[in-house]
């Protein structure tokens, strides 16, 4: 099965700065890009924000944007805001099983 | 855009079994399928399984296999999940999530919160 590594576990920053959250794949995702990154609030179900590696789901501001292929990922957040202060989690999404990372998150310093 | 809203939390005792339901509104059920993810409480996201609408196609996770079972109820837009021989490690919130084969999981439950103690 593929292997998700996601660095840091642990992100403090302040509102108004940028996040850049990594994903480091195992062997290399579906077709370079089945990767998406999800965001989970407490109590929460986990939110699609971006797929095919660098494709805003519906609805999601252009301030989460996502990059890489192959096996190295970034999920990067220009101007974090109040409510961006969560766990994110990256997704691979092409080969069965499918597998999520541990989980980054991201706290208010 | 559609909804997908699951059973409530249950309670059980090491060995049983137990059946979560999600029940799918808003879009045309038999054009996606549903997974199964867990998450034990602060910890990460555990993927199950997947079962297509038409239930020909389904597949789980290799730790999952012999124990769980998937199926469906088109008359209800539901989709079931059964977990048998339950142990405390099966502690977790169980989600449904609906996406193809080869998509993304853009479209959750509310999550069902199992407890298994003796």
């Known amino acids: 099965e593929i292997v998700l590594t996601q660095s840091p576990g642990t992100l403090s920053l302040s509102p108004g700065e940028r996040a850049t959250l990594s994903c480091r794949a195992s062997?290399?995702?579906?077709?370079?890009?089945?990767l998406a990154w999800y965001q989970q609030r407490p109590g929460q179900a986990p939110r699609l924000l971006i797929y095919?590696?660098?494709r805003r789901a519906t609805g999601i501001p252009d301030r989460f944007g996502g990059s890489g292929s192959g096996t190295d990922f970034t999920l990067t957040i220009s101007r974090l805001e109040p409510e961006d202060f969560a766990v994110y989690y990256c997704?691979?999404?092409?080969?069965?099983?499918?597998?999520f990372g541990q989980g980054t998150k991201v706290e208010i310093k | 855009q559609g909804q997908l809203v699951q059973s409530g939390a249950e309670v059980k005792k090491p060995g049983a079994s137990v059946r979560v339901s999600c029940k799918a509104s808003?879009?045309?059920?038999?054009?996606?399928?549903l997974h199964w993810v867990r998450q034990v409480p602060g910890q990460g996201l555990e993927w199950i399984g997947i079962?297509?609408?038409?239930?020909?196609?389904?597949r789980s996770a290799q730790k999952f296999q012999g124990r769980v079972t998937m199926t469906r109820d088109t008359s209800t837009s539901t989709v079931y999940m059964e977990l048998s021989s339950l142990t405390s490690d099966d502690t977790a919130i169980y989600f449904c999530?609906?996406?193809?084969?080869?998509?993304?999981?853009?479209?959750w439950g509310q999550g069902t919160l199992l407890s298994v103690s003796s």
């Open positions: 999530a609906r996406g193809n084969w080869g998509f993304p999981l853009g479209l």
């Open positions: 808003g879009y045309t059920f038999s054009s996606h399928y």
């Open positions: 079962l297509s609408p038409s239930a020909d196609f389904a």
């Open positions: 062997q290399s995702v579906s077709s370079g890009t089945y």
């Open positions: 095919g590696a660098s």
């Open positions: 997704h691979q999404y092409g080969d069965s099983p499918y597998t």
